[in-house]
């Protein structure tokens, strides 16, 4: 059975890891990251503050996916006061296709809407078929599209 719990601390070891995993897997989509170890996300931070909440899923005591939201105000010509950034979405290779992500998100969207925040986003590389998918199966749409041009 899977559940999901508020990150702690104690989670972190697992939660870097798991950091460099999400990197690695994003690394063909993106050639403008640095090469080596970089880091997306101050992850000790996130668990401690009050504005983000970083959750887990797991199953049989194994941490196998992670996500967080964290609470944003945003430019004043939005209809919205404030929203919600999802970020950090991981699932174990070995547990995808499980609904995991699904089960992240939910927990996510329940901690979202107990902030009175109705309003969610995200980034996806447009090549992650895969993601994309997995996001679509919990309500997201394509909204807009991030272009860039390296003029070297």
Same mark, same amino acid.
């Given at each position: %059975?899977? $559940? $999901?719990? +508020?990150?702690?601390?104690?989670?972190?070891?697992?939660?870097?890891?798991?950091?460099?995993?999400?990197?690695?897997?994003? !690394?063909? /989509?993106?050639?403008?990251?640095?090469?080596?170890?970089?880091?997306?996300?101050?992850?000790?931070? %996130?668990? #401690?503050?009050?504005?983000?909440?970083?959750?887990?899923?797991?199953?049989?005591?194994?941490?196998?996916?992670?996500?967080?939201? !964290?609470?944003?105000?945003? +430019?004043? @010509?939005?209809? /919205?006061?404030?929203?919600?950034? #999802?970020?950090? %979405?991981?699932?174990?290779?070995?547990? !995808?296709? +499980?609904?995991?992500?699904?089960?992240?998100?939910?927990? #996510? @969207?329940?901690?979202?809407?107990?902030?009175?925040? /109705?309003?969610?986003?995200?980034?996806? @590389?447009?090549?992650?078929?895969?993601?994309?998918?997995? @996001?679509?199966?919990?309500? /997201? +749409?394509?909204?807009?599209?991030? %272009?860039?041009?390296?003029?070297?």
């Amino acid at each position: %059975m899977i $559940t $999901t719990r +508020k990150a702690v601390l104690e989670d972190l070891p697992i939660l870097l890891d798991f950091e460099q995993k999400l990197i690695k897997a994003e !690394r063909p /989509f993106d050639e403008t990251l640095k090469e080596g170890k970089i880091s997306y996300y101050d992850i000790k931070a %996130m668990i #401690l503050a009050k504005d983000v909440e970083v959750i887990v899923a797991v199953q049989d005591n194994e941490i196998i996916g992670s996500g967080y939201a !964290r609470i944003v105000i945003p +430019k004043t @010509y939005f209809k /919205f006061d404030k929203f919600a950034y #999802l970020g950090f %979405m991981y699932v174990k290779s070995s547990h !995808r296709g +499980k609904g995991v992500n699904k089960f992240v998100v939910d927990a #996510l @969207y329940s901690w979202v809407k107990s902030n009175n925040v /109705f309003e969610v986003r995200l980034d996806v @590389y447009a090549e992650n078929h895969g993601a994309i998918r997995a @996001y679509e199966k919990v309500g /997201f +749409k394509s909204h807009l599209i991030n %272009m860039r041009n390296d003029l070297k």
